[in-house]
């Protein structure tokens, strides 16, 4: 059974950073993509960032180029952990963020459609 658990979310001011984990089980996941996605009250989940697991490949959103980082540690007790730090964090990136994971085709990494597993996600609030 696979379960992606997020945690690191919370209450921080404009400019400051974050780290969100991801926990990812029940599955062998080196053969897998992993993204971030959030999405905010009244609008649509968006993309915000996906790593390949096997080459370390990462994809950002344009609004998150340059402030967040994607990255991955490989299984410890076959649990398989997924980062996203978050850096110089702004009032529009507030919302609940999900971890995702899919296998990994090739086939595209923006698209919330392609992935298979969801978390359940953790809330992100950037204040003045």
């Known amino acids: 059974q696979v379960q992606l658990v997020e945690s690191g979310g919370g209450l921080v001011q404009a400019g400051g950073s974050l780290r969100l984990s991801c926990a990812a089980s029940?599955?062998?996941?080196?053969?897998?993509?992993m993204g971030w996605f959030r999405q905010a009250p009244g609008k649509e989940r968006e993309f915000v960032a996906a790593i390949r697991w096997s080459a370390g490949r990462t994809f950002y959103a344009d609004s998150v180029k340059g402030r967040f980082t994607i990255s991955r540690d490989n299984a410890k007790n076959t649990v398989y952990t997924v980062y996203l730090q978050m850096n110089s964090l702004k009032l529009e990136d507030t919302a609940v963020y999900y971890c995702?994971?899919?296998?990994?085709?090739?086939?595209?990494?923006?698209?919330?459609?392609?992935?298979?597993?969801w978390g359940q996600g953790t809330q992100v609030t950037v204040s003045v």
């Open positions: 995702a994971a899919q296998q990994d085709y090739g086939l595209g990494y923006f698209d919330p459609r392609r992935y298979d597993y």
């Open positions: 029940g599955r062998t996941f080196s053969s897998y993509a």
